[in-house]
């Protein structure tokens, strides 16, 4: 990893033209920590930089530094592009821009290949994780108070507040290191989880009324007609698959949400019993062993007993 870092920070130092960093749409803590984190180091280095993506980012980051410079949209054409936490591009939501190069930087297990500068290691606890590694590679003098906060979001956020981690030595000592010079990690977690609108609670208690357990398989709804009820956000629903999860007789936890525009997002927790990336890889979608997700179309029913049907097989395969 050491020399796929150093071709990364040399490809980044030789860099005079334009580049950018997109992420994944419905960006995440590390989606967005990763994305301004990586900005703010480049423009700090003097480079032609655009931070761009396609959706809001959700309030409960609204903190986080450089996310008022974040674009909409691509503006022309780059010479560099950098593609962070997506398996592939057509998660950004956009159409790919002229560009000679492409690069993504990932942590997830699978996914497509792009530059012989891709920089996708498994184990990263978040993909701050890896931006922290190439600065910390560049001149980790450079890393200043915006950029931690930026960072450690993502390494907070992406390892569900340290409880699950590919490699918790790595999330430990990111931790360690970013704390040491002086962060304020009380004030980081309290604007991510302690800010929740009272709307939120009443999204939540209708999505309680339809929490199930079906074998081993926790799972919860949240139907359109619950956000248009209490005039909730999609963003609000940041957590609720842990409700599923956490029910002592599940192995798995799933959230239903119907999107405004008439598909579902799925969200698949797991305990370590079953891979639940080739779960989601089989219903189109991508992620980790025990966090991830898709998309599909359906009617409720349809929908939910496909999802349940296409654990289960794995759940058979597994060990
Ligand atoms: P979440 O449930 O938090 O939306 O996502 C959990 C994990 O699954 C994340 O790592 C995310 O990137 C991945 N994931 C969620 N939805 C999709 C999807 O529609 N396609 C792919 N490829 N990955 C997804
Ligand atoms: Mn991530």
Redesign the pocket.
């Known amino acids: 990893m050491v020399e796929k870092i150093r071709k990364l920070v040399n490809l980044i130092k030789k860099e005079n033209g334009r580049i950018a960093l997109v992420t ?1 749409m ?1 960006p ?1 803590g590390d989606a967005v920590g990763s994305l301004t984190g990586f900005y703010l180091f480049l423009k700090k280095v003097g480079k032609d930089v655009d931070a761009v993506l396609k959706d809001d980012v959700p309030y409960f980051l609204d903190f986080v530094p450089g996310i008022k410079e974040i674009k909409k949209g691509f503006d022309g054409k780059y010479d560099l592009i950098f593609l962070l ?4 591009f057509e ?1 950004t939501g956009f159409e790919l821009p002229p560009a000679p190069l492409i690069t993504r930087i990932d942590h ?1 297990i699978s ?1 497509k290949a792009y530059s012989e500068y891709d920089l996708i290691i498994p184990e990263a606890p978040s993909v701050g994780s890896l931006i922290l590694k190439i600065i910390r590679e560049y001149d980790e003098k450079l890393l200043d108070q915006d950029i931690k906060i930026a960072l450690y979001t993502a390494l907070l956020t992406d390892t569900a507040s340290f409880r699950h981690a590919n490699s918790f030595r790595w999330a430990f000592e990111d931790a360690h290191y970013l704390v040491s010079n002086g962060l304020d990690v009380t004030h980081i977690a309290s604007m991510v989880f302690e800010r929740k609108h009272l709307k939120t609670y009443k999204l939540l208690e209708r999505a309680l009324s339809t929490l199930t357990l079906d074998g081993n398989i926790g799972y919860i709804v949240i139907r359109k007609s619950f956000f248009e009820e209490v005039g909730a956000n999609p963003e609000e629903i940041q957590g609720f ?1 842990s409700y599923p999860l956490s029910i002592i007789d599940a192995d798995v936890g799933v959230r239903f949400s119907e999107h405004p525009e008439n598909f579902w ?1 799925i ?2 927790r797991g305990k370590g019993k079953v891979n639940l990336a080739l779960v ?1 890889e089989e219903l ?5 062993f025990n ?5 599909l179309m359906g009617r409720e029913h349809e929908v939910v007993q496909k999802v349940l049907d296409t654990i289960r097989k794995y759940m058979k395969k597994s060990p």
Do not use: F, P, T
Not at 85 to 88: E, H, I, L, N, T
Not at 284 to 288: E, I, L, S, V
């Open positions: 994944h419905s995440d936490d997506a398996s592939g998660r997830h996914g698959v997002r969200s698949l989601a189109g979608g991508g992620g980790h966090a991830a997700g898709c998309r």
